[in-house]
């Protein structure tokens, strides 16, 4: 099974140690939602961040996805 370690990023860039064995893409991009949705729920209102991305690396570094959430506010 393929090992990915994912690159998260919300002002600093931090890259997760080890890695995690996944069967697919498929699964490394749910993991990637499940990562940025979770990490705009709790640094989001903490850090005032609305632009959270979040890369998975193959195991030879290689950006293999890339995803980013946004949220955008507006007082009328």
């Not at 069967?23 to 749910?30: F, K, M, S």
């Amino acid at each position: 099974m393929p090992r990915y370690r994912i690159s998260t990023f919300n002002g600093s860039e931090v890259i997760y140690g080890g890695g995690i064995d996944l069967p697919d893409l498929e699964a490394v991009e749910n993991l990637l939602r499940l990562t940025l949705t979770t990490m705009m729920r709790l640094e989001g209102s903490a850090t005032d961040a609305n632009n959270f991305w979040a890369d998975a690396l193959d195991d030879n570094g290689e950006r293999v996805i890339a995803a980013r959430i946004s949220l955008s506010v507006t007082r009328l």
